[in-house]
């Protein structure tokens, strides 16, 4: 019979217990209830289902690990599924991920994970996979060093490493100027060059807690602008970020440069007390600009995340270099799928 049960519903029947699971395990605000309930009303992509699997200890019923699982269309919106999986077919039968494609740090939120728990809730999710007509389930967006990574070879799923995030690691710092201090002496010239002529330009740096609607709308669009340029114009819709995010207060920090009034730049943040998730970031065409506005932006959403006692800056993905160049760590991502 094994140890655990595992039963799958479409949404969440005790929200205090699946978050209480979220925090003891330590994941990301992600996997947080009302996270997961803003995305379903909002979701960044299209979303077919959102099936949320929980995992009991068969003898004495307590909740040990939940997992979001998402039905969606056989999209590629990275372009990294083909390195994944050989066999994906582009617009065939669906794909039943966790978790989705704009989170980046993958977990499975369990108070002890095991092989013997993870090999429950793998199993539960091939069946679901099944069940669904999926051509492929699993993990994506997992990180190397973490306990999810070390248990999923022992499962029937196949790694592929796709991605990566970039992290700064806060500890220790008490002001931004210590992150300064670390840097390279050209990045941190560079980086004090470009916040006077943002002060030259009357750029004023505004760190809102509880953006309204306006003021979403008007970062939606730049962030859509920044993702087309980077051939991805459908990563962002901005109805549906203006709503997913406006359902994630008190965890957002919306960071905006505003000249004159008018927001030119801006990135749009969640907090949740040990980590600082930058998590999008959009501005005007650069050369409306006689500065650098992500470089600004960073320093700003940097001094904010050290002012809230964060552990740790999370930097999303892609940009390497940049990044590379701004202090921030690397740290590969793999994704893990199989066929049902």
Request: net charge neutral; hydrophobic share 40%.
């Amino acid at each position: 019979m094994g140890t655990y049960t595992v039963r799958v519903a479409e949404g969440i029947d005790d929200r205090e217990a699946w978050d209480d699971v979220v925090r003891a395990s330590g994941s990301p605000l992600f996997y947080r209830s009302g996270v997961l309930r803003s995305y379903q009303r909002h979701p960044l992509l299209d979303t077919d289902t959102v099936h949320c699997l929980t995992a009991r200890d068969r003898r004495s019923g307590s909740l040990e690990a939940v997992l979001p699982a998402f039905q969606v269309p056989a999209l590629d919106p990275l372009d990294v599924l083909g390195t994944m999986l050989p066999s994906f077919r582009p617009g065939g039968r669906p794909l039943l991920l966790s978790h989705v494609w704009h989170w980046y740090d993958t977990h499975l939120p369990a108070r002890r994970l095991t092989p013997e728990l993870l090999d429950a809730v793998c199993r539960e999710l091939e069946d679901l996979a099944r069940r669904c007509g999926a051509q492929a389930y699993g993990f994506i967006n997992v990180a190397g060093d973490g306990r999810l990574a070390e248990l999923l070879p022992m499962t029937r799923l196949t790694a592929a490493t796709i991605d990566a995030r970039y992290v700064i690691d806060l500890r220790g710092l008490t002001s931004v100027d210590g992150y300064l201090a670390s840097l390279g002496r050209q990045a941190r010239q560079d980086l004090r060059r470009q916040l006077r002529r943002a002060a030259d330009a009357g750029a004023e740096i505004i760190v809102d807690p509880a953006p309204d609607r306006t003021a979403l709308e008007r970062v939606a669009a730049l962030c859509q602008t920044a993702a087309a340029k980077h051939g991805n114009p459908g990563w962002y819709d901005p109805d549906r970020l203006t709503g997913f995010v406006g359902g994630l207060e008190p965890h957002t920090r919306l960071v905006s440069l505003r000249i004159d009034g008018t927001c030119v730049a801006a990135s749009i943040s969640f907090a949740d007390g040990i980590r600082f998730h930058n998590w999008a970031a959009g501005a005007v065409p650069l050369d409306q600009l006689p500065f650098s506005p992500y470089t600004v932006l960073l320093y700003a959403t940097l001094r904010t995340a050290i002012q809230e006692g964060c552990g740790v800056l999370e930097g999303g993905r892609r940009n390497d270099r940049w990044k590379t160049r701004m202090g921030m760590s690397r740290r590969a991502l793999t994704g893990w799928l199989g066929t049902p």
